[in-house]
Antibody
Framework: EVQLLESGGDLKQPGGSLRLSCAAS????????MSWVRQAPGKGLEWVST????????YYADSVRGRFSITRDNSKTTVFLHLDSLSVDDTAIYYC???????????WGQGTLVTVSS | SYALAQPPSVSVAPGKTATITCEGD??????VHWYQQRPGQAPLLVLY???SRPSGIPERFSGSNSGNTATLTISRVEVGDEADYYC????????????FGSGTTITV
């Protein structure tokens, strides 16, 4: 059974930084692209970032490019999202997802809440 | 940037058929995926590659994609199908290759 367990969500002030982690199990992590998708309170889904299997190729939404960074550690089956220069608009539940290529996001974690407020 | 448009809401009686559209430029040339999100839960992939169902998804869920419009059809709608539904595409040619639609709330 695929399991994705996010952690690291917190309350931060504008301009702050945070690192989200997603521990994966139940599938061959090193052969799966991984992604982060977020959902602001009462809003729809917004794709944030995708990393390919090796970690050498990354993709970002315009709204986070230059501020967020996605990385992965295949030896620890974990994907990370580094969030810098946080703004109130980054307040959302952040979901870790398996996939992000041509077959969609086929598994989702339960999400971790990031709140940015002064 | 690429955009996908969905109707905000669809209302359907139990046992009837619900249809949700997703519109985008030349959408028929891309693979469309659909997600169901029940209140308070994480999204769930219900269709991928236009019309394929992941394991465990009932046959009542079907899809098509042609021209500028993709469609999710739910037959014999049940109360448990009440949720938000999102379409999504992946296009490797785009700088930001994953795009979600605005979402449709199905009320049963």
């Amino acid at each position: 059974e695929v399991q994705l367990l996010e952690s690291g969500g917190d309350l931060k002030q504008p301009g702050g930084s945070l690192r989200l982690s997603c521990a994966a199990s139940g599938f061959t992590f090193s052969t799966s692209a991984m992604s982060w998708v977020r959902q602001a309170p009462g809003k729809g889904l917004e794709w944030v970032s995708t990393i390919n299997v090796s970690g050498r190729k990354t993709y970002y939404a315009d709204s986070v490019r230059g501020r967020f960074s996605i990385t992965r550690d295949n030896s620890k089956t974990t994907v990370f999202l580094h969030l810098d220069s946080l703004s109130v608009d980054d307040t959302a539940i952040y979901y870790c997802t398996k996939g992000g290529g041509s077959l969609g996001f086929d598994s989702w974690g339960q999400g971790t809440l990031v709140t940015v407020s002064s | 940037s690429y955009a996908l448009a969905q109707p905000p809401s669809v209302s359907v009686a139990p046992g009837k058929t619900a249809t949700i559209t997703c519109e985008g430029d030349d959408l028929g040339g891309l693979s469309v995926h659909w997600y169901q999100q029940r209140p308070g839960q994480a999204p769930l992939l219900v269709l991928y590659d236009d019309s394929s169902r992941p394991s465990g998804i009932p046959e009542r869920f079907s899809g098509s994609n042609s021209g500028n419009t993709a469609t999710l059809t739910i037959s014999r709608v049940e109360v448990g199908d009440e949720a938000d539904y999102y379409c999504q595409v992946w296009d490797s040619e785009l700088d930001h290759p994953n795009v979600f639609g605005s979402g449709t709330t199905i009320t049963v």
